[in-house]
């Protein structure tokens, strides 16, 4: 559905501190950067799957805008723990602990937080019936 998200930065030293760990964490390499912006994850065609941080290209301030998160997927719900761990490590603040959201469905588990410019991000696994 999605080819990449952008996300906007005021401070792409800080962002790319922030963002290189968790996306290692996550198994995305850093697939570029240059003076505006850095990216993680696999640019190609059709098949790209990525996220970006960047000075918005307008020159303005970076704002956050209320009710956009971005949910990125974990590979358990010690990998969604170690990454909210790492995530409050390098600056970001805490928007819910790690842990079951039966509202979202069952098996649903998450953490949320916001990267030091404000972003939201979630953290997310899906539990599987065994």
Not at 2 to 8: D, E, K, N, P
Not at 60 to 69: K, R
């Amino acid at each position: 559905m999605f080819s990449y998200v952008m996300l906007g930065t005021n401070d792409l030293p800080r962002a790319i501190s922030f963002y290189d760990p968790l996306m290692e964490q996550l198994g995305h390499p850093q697939a570029g950067r240059n003076e505006e912006g850095a990216s993680w994850g696999t640019f190609s065609d059709n098949h790209t799957i990525g996220l970006c941080v960047g000075r918005p290209f307008n020159q303005q301030s970076a704002s956050v805008g209320n009710g956009t998160m971005v949910a990125l997927n974990a590979g358990s719900f010690e990998h969604i723990q170690q990454l909210h761990a790492l995530a409050l490590s390098l600056g970001g603040t805490d928007e819910g602990a790690p842990g079951h959201r039966p509202q979202y469905g069952e098996g649903f588990y998450s953490a949320y937080v916001r990267d030091p410019d404000g972003n939201k991000l979630a953290f997310v696994y899906y539990e599987t019936a065994s």
